[in-house]
C-alpha cells in the first residue's frame, strides 16, 4: 500500500480512497494568462507521476484540472489587478484570445514533458451557472453575506479555518496585519470574494449576471464547483503547488465543506518549489524559464524530466544550468546504455517481480522518484538477460514516462544509418590495419587505432568471430 504524506495531517499516511480500487484526482490547472515556467511544470510532473503510479498499480484514476480564464487576481487573496486582463492589456488581444492561444502553449509544454492528458479538463468560464447555484446555497445558509457589491465568504462561521498550519486567532481579525491590502467590505481578514460584481473593476472584460449583480466568479469557488461536478461530493486526492495551500487551497475547503455539509477531499500533495539564482522561480524575477528556451539551448524537455525525478517533491529543487547539464549527460547516457541492449534471451519472471517490487516500493514510499530512478539502473546493472531487462524498463517508463525504449529505437537507427554512411568504408579500415597490427603482435600500434577511433565516436567489440563497432 502507498504511503503518501498528506498535508493536512503533516504526516505520511497509508492512502486509501473512498471507492476502493477507484481514484478521484483534482490537479489545479494553470491560469493562462502567460506561458508557464519550468517551476510550474515541475508540479505537473510529480502529479503526472503520481497519477502514472495509481494506473500502474491498478487503479482507475479519473483526474480532472481547470484551466483558469477568470477570477485570478495578481494577489492570491483577492488584491491587485485580474491577471487574465493584465495579459490582455500587454498583448493587445482580448482576453479569450489570450487565454486560447496559453491554453495551447501549455498543453504542447505539457505533452513535450511527457504528462499525461487529464481525462477531464475545464475552463473556468464554462462553470457560471454552478458557482451561483453554490453561492446562492452558502448564503442561504449563512456561509456568505453580501456586502458592497460583492458576495464574500464568512470564515468566522468555521471552528477552523486554517487548516494546513495553525496561525493566530488575531490573524483573522481585520487590520490586524500590515501586509495585506485591507477590503473594508470584508466583516473578517480572511473573507474571501465569491463573486465580484463592478464595483472592484469597471472595466472587466468578462461578466455574467447573477442574483447579485453583473460581475464574474472568484478565483477559489472555480475549483470547488468542477470538482464536485465532475467527481462528486467525496475527492481523493487534491494536487498543487505548495503556494496554493493558503489561501487557495484552505479556501476551497472552507467552501466545499460549507455546501456540502461533511468532510470533502481526504488527501492533499503539495509540490514544492523550483528555486533559481537563489530564490522562488516567477514569471517576473529573473530569466523567464520556459521549455521552449530550454529546448533553444538545445536541451530534450525529457532531460529536464529526469532532472525533477531525481529529486523528492517535497523537498525545494535548485535549479542551474550545471544542474541541468548533468542531468542531460545523465539522460543521454542512460538511453545509450538501453539502445545497447539485444532483446536476446527469454524473459525471466521471477527476476521481473523481484525489480517490480523495488520499483513499486520506492514508489509506494511517498513517491520517492529518485530511488524509482535507482531501480532502474540496478536493472540494467543485473544479471538477467536483455529480453528481460527491456520488459522491466518498458514496465518501469509507463511511470517515468522518459521515453527510453523510444529515444533508444532512434539511437539504433540513426547508428544502422550511420554505419552505411561515407565514413564506414573508413572505420572498417582501420580495423582492418588494427587486425593486422595484432597479427604482427605490435600490440602499441593496435591500441593507437582503437584510441583514435573511440576519439571519433566510435566503440570496437572483439568477439570470436571478429571485430565490430558501434557509435557511443
Known amino acids: 500500500m502507498m504511503k503518501l504524506y498528506n498535508s493536512l495531517s503533516h504526516e505520511k499516511e497509508d492512502f486509501k480512497t473512498h471507492e476502493p480500487g477507484k481514484l478521484s484526482m483534482y490537479t489545479c490547472g494553470p491560469t493562462v494568462y502567460h506561458f508557464a515556467h519550468i517551476g510550474n511544470l515541475r508540479s505537473y510532473i510529480m502529479e503526472d507521476v503520481l497519477e502514472k503510479t495509481f494506473r500502474w498499480e491498478g487503479y482507475d484514476v479519473t483526474r480532472v484540472m481547470n484551466i483558469t480564464d477568470v477570477g485570478h487576481l495578481s494577489s492570491d487573496a483577492d488584491t491587485g489587478e485580474d491577471k487574465m486582463l493584465k495579459g490582455a492589456k500587454r498583448e493587445n488581444k482580448t482576453v479569450l484570445e489570450v487565454a486560447k492561444f496559453y491554453t495551447d502553449a501549455f498543453f504542447a509544454d505539457f505533452g513535450k514533458l511527457n504528462n499525461r492528458y487529464p481525462d477531464i479538463v475545464q475552463p473556468a468560464t464554462g462553470m457560471i451557472e454552478e458557482y451561483i447555484e453554490t453561492i446562492t446555497k452558502l448564503m442561504d445558509t449563512g456561509y456568505a453575506y453580501f456586502a458592497g457589491g460583492n ?24 487590520g490586524a496585519r500590515d501586509d495585506v491590502e485591507e477590503d473594508l467590505n470584508k466583516k473578517n481578514k480572511n473573507d474571501f470574494v465569491l463573486w465580484f460584481t463592478k464595483s472592484k473593476f469597471e472595466d472587466q472584460a468578462l461578466k455574467w449576471d447573477s442574483p447579485w449583480g453583473e460581475g464574474y466568479p472568484g478565483w477559489h469557488i472555480e475549483c470547488s464547483c468542477i470538482s464536485m461536478k465532475y467527481l462528486g461530493e467525496y475527492l481523493d486526492l487534491h494536487c498543487g503547488g505548495i503556494d496554493n495551500a493558503f489561501p487557495h487551497h484552505t479556501n ?69 544550468w550545471e544542474a541541468l547539464d548533468n542531468a542531460a549527460a545523465a539522460y543521454t547516457k542512460l538511453i545509450r546504455r538501453i539502445a545497447a541492449l539485444t532483446g536476446e534471451g527469454e524473459v525471466d519472471e521471477t527476476v521481473v517481480r523481484t525489480y517490480r517490487e523495488q520499483f513499486q516500493a520506492a514508489l509506494d514510499n511517498d513517491l520517492s522518484t529518485s530511488l524509482a530512478v535507482t531501480a532502474l539502473y540496478d536493472v540494467l546493472k543485473a544479471d538477467a538477460s536483455d529480453a528481460t531487462k527491456l520488459a522491466l524498463i518498458a514496465s518501469f517508463d509507463q511511470v517515468l514516462s522518459l521515453d527510453l525504449l523510444g529515444h533508444a529505437a532512434a539511437v539504433k537507427e540513426k547508428e544502422a544509418a550511420s554505419a552505411g554512411g561515407e565514413d564506414a568504408g573508413e572505420i572498417e579500415a582501420l580495423i582492418a590495419q588494427r587486425a593486422q597490427a595484432k597479427a604482427d603482435k605490435n600490440w602499441a600500434e593496435a591500441d593507437r587505432i582503437r584510441d583514435e577511433l573511440k576519439e571519433k565516436g566510435i566503440e570496437l567489440i572483439d568477439t570470436k568471430e571478429g571485430t565490430t563497432w558501434k557509435r557511443i
Open 151 to 174: 458576495v464574500y465568504f464568512d470564515t468566522s462561521k468555521l471552528e477552523k479555518y486554517y487548516v494546513f498550519n495553525d496561525h493566530d486567532v488575531e490573524d483573522l481579525v481585520m
Open 252 to 320: 476551497e475547503i472552507a467552501q466545499s465543506e460549507a455546501y456540502l455539509g461533511h468532510p470533502w477531499c481526504t488527501h492533499w500533495f503539495h509540490v514544492h518549489h523550483l528555486n533559481a539564482n537563489g530564490g522562488k522561480m516567477s514569471k517576473s524575477a529573473g530569466e523567464f524559464l520556459t521549455v521552449s528556451l530550454l529546448e533553444e539551448k538545445g536541451y530534450d524537455p525529457l532531460a529536464y524530466r529526469l532532472f525533477c525525478l531525481q529529486s523528492h517533491y517535497r523537498k525545494v529543487l535548485d535549479f542551474s
